[in-house]
C-alpha cells in the first residue's frame, strides 16, 4: 500500500485477507458473526493503519472508501477501509441486500440502524444506536436492514474496516420528509484502490 495507507501496513493487510479468506472459503459466504469474531482483534495487530494515516495527503476532512480486495465473481467478497473525518455522518443507507461487517480499527463511531418494511407504503422502523469504539463491529444479514453511521468525535478521524458479500457499487439513501412519509433515492458508491 502506498500513498493511500500508510507504509508498513502490508503485513497487516495481507493478515487481514487471509483471516478472512480461511473464515469464508471459496464461495464467499460464511458465518458473518464467526468472521467478525475472528476480526475483533485486527486494530491491534501489528502495522494496523490508522486514520490519520490514511486521511494524511488527503486532507483531514475528506470521507475515503479505499478497496483491499474487490470481488472476483457474483458470489464473492469485498473488503475495504473506510477514513471518516471529525464529526462525518452518512445518510440511512441499505447495503444492496448485501451482508457486512463494519468494524472500528481507530476512533468511534455510532451505529443508527432501521429495519425496512415496505407494506403498505417505505417505512424505516428504528431498531436501535450503539455506539462502537475500538475492536467494535456492526454485522448484518438482512435484506431488510439499513443504518446511519456518524464519527463521534468533531476533533479526530476515525478509520473503519468492511466486509461486504459481494461490491457495494450502488445503494439506496432514505429520507423522512415533513408529512413522516419515507422515500429512498438510488446511489452509486465511489471506491479508490488502496495501492494507487
Do not use: K
Not at 500508510?6 to 468472521?35: F, K, M
Not at 475528506?62 to 477501509?81: C, E, N
Not at 407504503?121 to 475500538?134: F, K, M, W, Y
Not at 478509520?159 to 422515500?183: F, I, P, S
Amino acid at each position: 500500500m502506498h500513498d493511500a495507507i500508510a507504509t508498513g501496513t502490508d503485513v497487516w493487510t495481507h493478515r487481514v485477507l487471509a483471516t478472512i479468506a480461511r473464515n469464508l472459503g471459496d464461495g464467499g459466504s460464511g458465518d458473518v458473526a464467526s468472521l467478525a469474531h475472528s476480526l475483533a482483534q485486527s486494530p491491534w495487530w501489528e502495522g494496523c493503519p490508522t486514520a490519520a494515516g490514511v486521511l494524511a495527503g488527503a486532507g483531514a476532512n475528506r470521507y475515503r472508501r479505499l478497496s483491499l480486495r474487490h470481488p472476483q465473481g457474483p458470489d464473492d467478497y469485498a473488503v475495504l477501509l473506510i477514513a471518516w473525518p471529525p464529526g462525518h455522518a452518512t445518510p440511512i443507507h441499505d447495503h444492496d441486500g448485501l451482508w457486512g461487517i463494519e468494524l472500528v480499527l481507530d476512533g468511534a463511531l455510532q451505529v443508527e440502524s432501521f429495519a425496512i418494511a415496505v407494506t403498505p407504503s417505505l417505512q424505516l422502523v428504528p431498531r436501535g444506536t450503539a455506539p462502537l469504539g475500538i475492536g467494535d463491529h456492526a454485522a448484518f444479514s438482512d435484506q431488510d436492514y439499513a443504518h446511519r453511521c456518524r464519527n463521534l468525535s468533531g476533533q479526530r478521524p476515525a478509520l473503519t474496516l468492511h466486509v461486504y458479500g459481494g461490491a457495494l457499487e450502488r445503494y439506496r439513501a432514505y429520507d423522512c420528509d415533513a408529512a413522516g412519509c419515507w422515500g429512498s433515492v438510488p446511489q452509486r458508491a465511489e471506491l479508490e484502490l488502496a495501492n494507487h
